[in-house]
Nanobody
Framework: QVHLVESGGGLVQPGGSLRLSCAAP????????MGWYRQAPGKQRELVAAITSGGDTNSADSVKGRFTISRDNAKSTIYLQMNSLKPEDTAVYYC?????????????????WGQGTQVTVSS
């Protein structure tokens, strides 16, 4: 059983900031793509941002320029710095670890999810 431990959610006013953290076991952190997804009520879970073990990042268009994903290899932890928060950012945010290995015609994917942390943006 792999545990991804999230923290940092809460209630914030529009325009405010929050930082989410996710700690992972070292063997997972060093070899998996780590990321954040979110799911708002009545909507599908969507990718917010991801970071590879080499530090390459990508993020959803809706959060570009406002959210930053980063990693601390010494702590096996990733962060999501969220600035200029909007009510539409309200969702449960999930930490995710993903490894996809392609060998010839065989694709093997292993992924893990955190328990989720609530982010509410409201005045």
């Amino acid at each position: 059983q792999v545990h991804l431990v999230e923290s940092g959610g809460g209630l914030v006013q529009p325009g405010g900031s929050l930082r989410l953290s996710c700690a992972a076991p070292g063997n997972i952190f060093s070899t998996y793509v780590m990321g954040w997804y979110r799911q708002a009520p009545g909507k599908q879970r969507e990718l917010v941002a991801a970071i590879t073990s080499g530090g390459d990042t990508n993020s959803a268009d809706s959060v570009k320029g406002r959210f930053t994903i980063s990693r601390d290899n010494a702590k096996s932890t990733i962060y999501l710095q969220m600035n200029s928060l909007k009510p539409e950012d309200t969702a449960v945010y999930y930490c995710h670890a993903d490894r996809t290995v392609v060998t010839g015609k065989v694709t093997e994917r292993v992924d893990y999810w955190g328990q989720g942390t609530q982010v509410t943006v409201s005045s």
